[in-house]
T-cell receptor, first 114, second 112 residues
């Protein structure tokens, strides 16, 4: 069975500081990995996806994530936080592709302080 | 282009009642998935439909059912509502079974 663990339910950074959101996964087959963002009272928006083409994946809004098989990790980073980045972030894994039975982590709420 | 639309946006029901949630996918998208997001948790997979057939089902009781119509819209039905069914129900669509999901804003269901 697949699973995702997001370390830290809440992360707080200052505007302009590095954002690092941690995600570790468990999968018996090569995984498809995703990061989604959820703003208050909205659905989820895809930030980026890993599908084995490249280990460093660039997404929207300046976010990127690196797939590390040896560490079973897929951490999300952004060099400089903006106030607009404040939201909840979800890591997800699938063993079948982009839309089949995603297994989500519990989420990390990012707060950006001025 | 219009995104995934869900109706209603909010709903209050009483224990034991039945509820139907509706979803219209992005035009051209043939796959629709349903997820339940309990407050403070990540979304949990309920169903996926592709070309009007059920392609996957999560670990939910038989009180949960869904269907997809010829125009690819979908309904999620929940019978005999329990307090624990209170959640944000998210619908997502994709053009096929492998492309990433596009989520709607959800239906907030409160069971009292």
């Amino acid at each position: 069975a697949q699973s995702v663990t997001q370390l830290g339910s809440h992360v707080s950074v200052s505007e302009g500081a590095l954002v690092l959101l941690r995600c570790n996964y468990s999968s018996s087959v090569p995984p498809y990995l995703f990061w989604y963002v959820q703003y208050p009272n909205q659905g989820l928006q895809l930030l980026l996806k890993y599908t084995s083409a490249a280990t460093l994946v660039k997404g929207i809004n300046g976010f990127e994530a690196e797939f590390k098989k040896s560490e079973t990790s897929f951490h999300l980073t952004k060099p400089s936080a903006h106030m607009s980045d404040a939201a909840e972030y979800f890591c997800a894994v699938s063993d079948k592709g982009g839309s089949e039975k995603l297994v989500f982590g519990k989420g990390t709420k990012l707060t950006v302080n001025p | 282009d219009a995104g995934v639309t869900q109706s209603p946006t909010h709903l209050i029901k009483t224990r034991g009642q039945q509820v139907t949630l509706r979803c219209s996918p992005i035009s051209g998208h043939k796959s629709v998935s349903w997820y339940q997001q309990v407050l403070g948790q990540g979304p949990q997979f309920i169903f996926q439909y592709y070309e009007k057939e059920e392609r996957g089902r999560g670990n939910f009781p038989d009180r949960f059912s869904a269907r997809q119509f010829p125009n690819y819209s979908s309904e999620l039905n929940v019978n005999a509502l329990l307090l624990g069914d209170s959640a944000l129900y998210l619908c997502a669509s994709s053009p096929d079974r492998v492309s990433p999901l596009h989520f709607g804003n959800g239906t907030r269901l409160t069971v009292t």
